[in-house]
């Protein structure tokens, strides 16, 4: 099953938390909204902490500097949504910052695609 919502989660998946390690993904609740921040800045990230971030309208990663270009080999970029778009309209994300990642072209296509059906309303990339 080739799951185009897995580019939205992708980076959830892609490896097994580790119990030495800390979680990089931390979930900030106010009055307002949930907010979710993570640094995958370590040399071994634990990408599949991002999981935490499922319910969150505000949306910070922090790459570290790494290309995501090793993710190619693990989507499918034009995979059929059909079946996953209701999953997709009903994450709660509003506002996206993605910092410090090298993404690939057919990964930020096929996400772009992915968040169009999404209730996103700001999308920022940065170089930092």
Known sequence: MKLMLGLLLLPLTLVHASPATPEPCELDQDEESVRCYCNFSDPQPNWSSAFLCAGAED????????????????????????????????????????????????????????????????????NS
Request: proline fraction near 3%; glycine fraction near 10%.
């Open 59 to 126: 949306v910070e990663f922090y790459g570290g500097g790494r290309s995501l270009e090793y993710l190619l080999k693990r989507v499918d970029t034009e995979a059929n949504l059909g079946q996953y778009t209701d999953i997709i309209r009903s994450l709660p994300l509003k506002r996206l910052t993605v910092r410090s990642a090298r993404v690939p072209t057919q990964i930020l296509f096929g996400t772009l695609r992915v968040l169009g059906y999404s209730g996103l309303r700001e999308l920022t990339l940065e």
